[in-house]
Structure formats: C-alpha cells, structure tokens
C-alpha cells in the first residue's frame, strides 16, 4: 500500500514540475521585448519572404519580437484548433473565408474595426472579414476563380481560343470534346472540379445564392443542371472519366491536365497563375468562366486568399494590430510580399510594387480590372461552412461515378449541407 | 539457452538480518531491499508520467468529452447522452464507416491469416535459407502501416500504374482502381493481406512447436500430407490461430493510415474508404466536433471489447489447447 502511494506521489511532483515548465513565459521576453506569435501556413518559399518581413516588421519596431510559427496547410488548422483549445492562441492568426466563421463565432477573435487603418483598403473586398457586422478579419489580398487555358495544347489540337466575353457552357462543353478528339488521344479537351466556388458562380448565374439567411439558397434544379455539365463532359470525352479525374484533382495543381500540358482548360484560383505557368513552360491564359445563355451576371467574385486575424486573448493588442497594420498597409511589406496571399487590396501599395510583380500576376491584374464592372460581393461562409467542399465532392463523386441518381444526390446534398450550417 | 531469468540468490532469499517485529507481526524489510524498491519506483516514474500523461489522462478526458458539445474552439457544455443518440439515429455516415470498417475487417482479416498461414507452412518445411525468407516476408508487415506504402499503393493502383500497365501488355484498358467506388476497398484489403508477415512469423512459431513425433506417428499409419495437417497441424496449431485472430481484428478495426492517405483524407471515392477511425479524425479535427469524435471513440471500444468478448466465448468451442480435455 504505502509504496503505492509513494508512487502516486512522485507522480503527481512530476505533473507538477512538467506543467511548471509549459507555463508562464508567455508574452515579454527576456530582453523586455513583447513577443508576439504569428501563425501562418504555405510553402517554403513563403515561409521566406515572411520571415524577410517579419525582419523589417522587427527593425522598424525594435522593442517587437515576433515569432513565426509555420506549418503546411495539411495540419495547419489542426495545430492552430489544438493551440486555441488549449488557452495558446497565437496573437496574430492567418485564417482563410471557410475557417472564418467558426473562429469567429465562437469568441476566438478580436473586433478589428477602427483598430487597424483601412482607409486604404478596396472597400468592396473589406465585407469578406465581417462576421455579423464586426471587422473580425483583414483580408490579404484576394483572387478571382477563373478559367485558365492553355493555348498551346488547344491550337495542337486544332482548334481556336474561345471568345470569353460569350462563350457558354455548352459551348465550353463542345470544344473540350473537340480538342480530345483534335489530340489524339494524349490530350483531353478539360479537367473538372468541384470547388465550391464553381458551384457559387453557376447557382449566381441562375439567379441564386450559395447562403441565403442562414439556409443554402442553391434549388435542386440549379445542382442537376451542374452536374449535367459533368455528365456531358464526361460522356463525350471532353474530360476524363470520374475515376481517373478524382487521381487527377488529388494530385495537386503541377500535375493537373493544364499544367502537364494534357488538357485545354481548367478551373483554378488566378494566384495559382504563375506556378502553373511555370510547371508547364507554356503561356497561360486567364478567361472568365462560361456563363448560361439567360444568365443576367458573370456571378465571378473577389476571394480573399487569406485573412489576418488577432487573437481574442492575445495579451498585445496594440502591438498585434501595428504588425497587421504593417502587413497590409506598408509599401516596404508589400514589396517584399508581392502577390504571395493574393493580389494586395491596399491601393497604395499595389500602385508601389506594381512593376515589381511577375507577368502571372500583371496579367491578373489586368484580368481583375476587365471584370472589375460585372463582380458579386463575396459571403462569408456561416459556421458549419468549412463543411461546404467536403459535402459537395461526396455528392458529385457519387453522381458522376454513376453511384447516385442527380435527383437523390441533391435531396441528400441540401439536407447535409443545411443541417452543416445549421449547427 | 541459458537461463537469464533467475535470480541472483542473495536477491531471492530472506534477507539474513534479525527482522524487528512490529505491532502488525509483518516483518520488517530491510534496507537493502527498501532501497532497491526505491530505486525500482524512480525508474517506474518516467513510465507512470506517460502512462497518465499520454493514456490515462486523454482516455478519461475523452469519456467526458463524449458527453459533451465540444468544438476545440471553446469551452466543453455538457449536452448528455445527444452525442450517442445523434450517433445512433441521425448519422448516415456513422453507418456507412461501420459498414466499410466491417467489410474490410470481415474480408481481409481470414484471408491475411489463411496466407500467413499457408506460407508458414511452405517455410517450415526445412527451407534453406529459412531466416533470409522469413525477413524479406516479415518486412511488408513493418512496413504496411506507413505513409510511405500508402502512397506507393495509390501509384500501383492508379490509371498509369504498374497494374495498369501490365494489363496494357494485355491489351486491356484499366481505370484508377484507388479512386474508383467500385474497387477502392479492395486495394485497401489487399494492402492489409500483404501484411501477411507478422502472423506468419507467429504461425511459424506455433508450428514448431509440434512435436514432429506425431507426424512420424501419422505417416507411419500411412496418413497423407492433407489428412496429417487435418488431423494434426491445424488441431495443435488453434491456440495460435486464435491468438492471430483476436490481435488481427483488434488492429484491423483501428486501421487509419491506409485508408487516410490512399483517399487523400477524404474516404473516398464516395465514402468507399470512409474507415472508423478515419470518419472520428474527421468529425474531430475537420468539422469542429470533438466532443462527437469522442463518443464515436467510445463506441468503437465498445465493439471492439464486444467483439474481443465473443472471440474469447467462442474460442471454447475451436481452440484445442493440449492440456485440456
């Protein structure tokens, strides 16, 4: 028994003694600077220039440690879930649209309005940060959903570019068949996806809403008329089949059809431009999606890529918001972070860098300002949104490999996706 | 072998000093043998750290937390029995990985036994180079479970992979057999059936252990190979069978790796990979819902303990242990 009970002992003096250890020591440093912790994911090459302006943050602000914590995107939001749960929220948090709600929702996040300067700011873009009117969220900058075309393949296989000002998804549909057929069998015409936001811009074109009063405003009809789209590309070969398509969608954007130069076409995001460009050593070309023959509106929208956030907890305020503040309104920072989350929002500083900005991004600039006139205002997803993808690939998954009839699919898809937002 | 195991006598026997007798009449240990239990405590602490720490603690929080509305972001609230009612009633997809978790655990578990098994024998029949065949056999058994063969398996079975070029040469035209509803479980049970390694070395094991007097005996009343490994080989060998079984299906249902990497986190094609264990990483990590995860956790070890249970009760019926009548 007793030595029972020393064990027990000794046990309890070892928690104790570890859980001394992992507390305390948050916020001041040792040499009297205020630590701030900034979250953030990507590639190496992200990683770099933060930290390049992170270095210039620090200079300018000599009495302000800040400390990056990076991840890939995989585990990011498993970590950052993990570091609030646990009372260790970063000060600073990057966030994208889908996470947004949930964060902010739940008392996670600091009300940004008045605290950080947005005089600069595309006012248009700055309502895909507010959560029931609060300014939770500042975004980075932003992309457009887009069509990207390569024109080498779609010329090999002897046929034109479309005109994107008129062409419609029947039209699409009919000369991605025409360049599988036109290539030989070593090329297809497109590749599909079923990002949420293709489903967004199609419903828009029909006259409806992804979100609408907390209820999902997309009809039945309007989810049988998209994957009637998957349907005819697949049945006439314009694309290929589900199961080889699902291999291609899941091995990433730099072996994708377009950026193997096996396809014609291809649904991405414009800040996915330049490194396609690159895996593909071909010129491509950004176009505005298909539109349906009756549509009154292109439905194309500003996504934010990223959002910045500060923590509801943080111990900083103040010095948290001079660092977002830095992020999005200082010219030096935009130099040295370019278009990496997006094309900046801050007038200023994208009339500063420009010149500066590789032929991927100049083009998506000067695509933005083409469509400037026909854009919708972007909704932030409501809690339960971060569901959305997952629940819309399921369904489709199911109707194009011939598993589920459309009209089941989209009973089930709309009840899911309601109870999803329902809470 | 010599025997390693036995103890030193001075450790063993009674210590020499006089014992004190106190009130209780329990004598006295001495110093020697109090220290040596100190010691033995100091280094059980690091043991009992992690135990508690990394065990204990979570298994404890997580019964809790099933019973709770909990969404990482904030703090738990307590909501009852909703999570395993929800659970039960309204969760299609709880269904539907139940459902894929059985599958490949009812199909791929004998099958994966039945090769260990058949290899075993083959390798105990005097084989040369018996050690070389059993590393290179155990070796897809260490390896199974990792990120790496994963991703190996989705290349194998993908559109331009090796099985679709060999029936290429054929003339045949295959599709994407890791994304295809059809067939995606399958290539995840062959996986689980190429692990065939750890069993087999315990089969091999086991087959060693009968005595090859009985065979001589069987061979001699002129028994044939089949009849002999009816008569004597699987009779003698159940308790091994048994002990396979029980570690197999236990492993099986908790399989993650396979089915996470294979279908790219999702379960798919069309939830057709949707393990358990995947769907409680989902609904725990992905969807917010922890306090969900946790009761679906809860409810896989009770089916687990189930199942283990009937193991056991059954056993009575096909286990042959020597001893007993």
């Not at chain 1, 996470?99 to 902010?104: F, I, N, Q, T, V």
């Not at chain 1, 595309?122 to 940060?129: A, F, M, W």
């Not at chain 1, 649904?267 to 460009?277: F, R, S, V």
């Not at chain 2, 060998?237 to 197999?248: C, D, K, M, S």
């Amino acid at each position: 028994m007793r030595s029972l009970k020393t064990v027990a002992a000794l046990a309890v003096a070892a928690l104790t003694l570890t859980a001394c250890g992992s507390g305390g020591g948050d916020g001041e440093a040792a040499d009297g600077k205020v630590k701030l912790r900034f979250s953030y994911w990507g590639a190496d090459s992200r990683q770099k220039l933060t930290e390049q302006a992170i270095a210039l943050f620090e200079k300018k602000n000599p009495d302000i440690d800040v400390v990056g914590e990076f991840s890939d995107w995989a585990s990011y939001y498993e970590s950052l879930a993990t570091k609030v749960a646990a009372n260790d929220a970063p000060d600073v948090m990057t966030l994208e649209i889908r996470g947004l709600s949930e964060y902010a929702g739940r008392g996670a996040l600091a009300d940004l309005s008045g605290k950080v300067n947005t005089a600069d700011l595309d006012q248009g873009v700055l309502p895909s940060g507010q959560v029931e009117g609060k300014q939770y969220a500042l975004p980075t900058g932003v992309n457009v959903f887009a069509m990207l075309a390569n024109k080498a393949t779609i010329e090999k296989a002897g046929e034109k570019m479309p005109d994107d000002a008129t062409w419609t998804w029947d039209d699409y549909i009919e000369l991605s068949s025409k360049i599988s057929k036109g290539g030989g069998g070593s090329v297809y015409g497109t590749e599909y996806t079923f990002n949420p936001a293709y489903l967004t811009i199609f419903a828009a074109q029909r006259g409806e809403q992804f979100y609408n009063n907390g209820k999902i405003g997309i009809t039945p009809e309007t989810l049988k008329a998209w994957w009637a789209n998957f349907d005819k590309l697949i049945k006439t070969k314009g694309s290929p089949d589900a199961a080889k398509m699902a291999e291609v969608a899941a091995a990433g954007q730099e072996q994708s059809l377009i950026a193997t130069n096996t396809g014609g076409f291809g649904m991405w995001w414009t800040n996915q431009l330049g490194a396609m460009t690159k895996s593909s050593g071909q010129e491509l070309t950004l176009l505005r999606l298909p539109k349906l023959p009756d549509a009154q509106k292109s439905g194309l929208f500003l996504q934010p890529a990223m959002h910045w956030t500060i923590s509801s907890k943080t111990e900083h305020p103040a010095e948290a918001q001079k660092f977002v503040d830095f992020l999005l309104n200082d010219p030096e920072a935009g130099a040295i972070l370019l278009s990496d989350r997006g094309l900046p929002i801050n007038s200023k500083v994208l009339a500063a860098i420009k010149d500066k900005l590789p032929p991927a991004d100049q083009q998506t600039l000067t695509f933005i300002d083409s469509i400037k006139g026909d854009l919708d205002q972007v909704v932030v997803p409501p809690k339960g949104g971060g569901k959305m993808e997952d629940i819309i690939r399921r369904y489709s998954e199911a109707v194009t490999s011939g598993q589920q009839s459309p009209d089941e699919a989209a009973t089930q898809l709309l009840a899911d996706a309601n109870a999803a937002i329902a809470g | 072998m010599v025997d390693s195991l036995s103890l030193k006598p001075e450790a063993a026997a009674p210590a020499p000093a006089p014992a004190v007798k106190r009130g209780r009449g329990r004598p006295q240990p001495s110093l020697r043998s109090r220290r040596e239990a100190w010691a033995a405590h100091l280094f059980l602490v690091p043991w009992f750290i992690g135990l508690f720490l990394i065990t204990i603690g979570p298994i404890v929080a997580s019964f809790y937390l099933s019973f709770t509305d909990y969404s990482l972001l904030e703090e738990a609230k307590w909501v009852g029995l909703d999570n395993y009612v929800k659970l039960f009633t309204e969760d299609p997809r709880f269904w539907t990985s139940l459902k894929v978790t059985a599958i490949y655990v009812v199909v791929s578990v004998p099958l994966q036994l039945a090769f260990a098994l058949a290899l075993a024998l083959l390798l105990d029949r005097g084989l040369r180079g018996l050690s070389f065949y059993r590393s290179i056999y155990y070796l897809p058994s260490l390896l199974g479970g990792s990120v790496a063969i994963a991703i190996l398996w989705r290349k194998i079975f993908g559109a331009n992979g090796l099985i679709n070029a060999i029936l290429g040469v054929f003339g045949i035209e295959g599709t994407s057999y890791v994304n295809d509803p059809d067939t995606a479980l399958s290539t995840l049970i062959l996986l689980h059936v190429w692990t065939f390694g750890a069993p087999m070395v315990i089969f091999l094991a086991g087959l060693r252990q009968i005595p090859s007097s009985y065979y001589e005996a069987a061979s001699i009343d002129g028994a044939g190979t089949v009849q002999q490994f009816k008569a004597i080989t699987l009779p003698l060998l159940t308790p091994i069978i048994f002990f396979n079984l029980v570690l197999e299906i236990i492993k099986s249902f908790q399989s993650f790796t396979q089915s996470f990497i294979v279908s790219n986190g999702t379960g798919g094609p069309t939830d057709s990979t949707l393990f358990y264990t995947l769907y409680l990483y989902t609904k725990g990590f992905k969807d917010y819902e922890m306090g969900y995860a946790s009761a679906l956790a809860w409810v896989l070890v009770v089916i687990i303990a189930g199942l283990t249970g009937i193991n056991f009760l059954a056993s009575k019926y096909w286990v042959f242990y020597g001893d007993s009548k």
